[in-house]
């Protein structure tokens, strides 16, 4: 089993979750055979990327004009395709 501990600096921190989501990280965590501190990293980490997405497309349309309607579209269609490939693997 892999464990984040024994490659990387971590920081100790006590958090505060509602319990519905305590419970379905832990039993997420179990599922995976990784413990709830890196269960929790891996979200942190998912959220992180997609905050960062969020922000390049703000710069980008600060800069460019909003995406216009067919252009969101396209975006959608290719991460439907995408997902659905990661689905079917």
């Given at each position: 089993?892999?464990?984040?501990?024994?490659?990387?600096?971590?920081?100790?921190?006590?958090?505060?979750?509602?319990?519905?989501?305590?419970?379905?990280?832990?039993?997420?965590?179990?599922?995976?055979?990784?413990?709830?501190?890196?269960?929790?990293?891996?979200?942190?980490?998912?959220?992180?990327?997609?905050?960062?997405?969020?922000?390049?497309?703000?710069?980008?349309?600060?800069e460019h004009g909003e995406l216009s309607a067919?252009?969101?579209?396209?975006?959608?269609?290719?991460?439907?395709?995408?997902?659905?490939?990661?689905?079917?693997?």
């Amino acid at each position: 089993m892999w464990c984040y501990h024994d490659v990387m600096a971590v920081r100790k921190l006590s958090v505060a979750l509602e319990e519905s989501v305590a419970a379905e990280a832990a039993e997420a965590a179990e599922r995976r055979g990784v413990s709830l501190s890196a269960w929790l990293n891996a979200a942190a980490e998912r959220a992180l990327v997609i905050e960062r997405g969020l922000a390049g497309v703000a710069e980008w349309e600060s800069e460019h004009g909003e995406l216009s309607a067919e252009e969101l579209a396209w975006a959608d269609s290719v991460l439907d395709r995408s997902v659905a490939g990661q689905v079917a693997s």
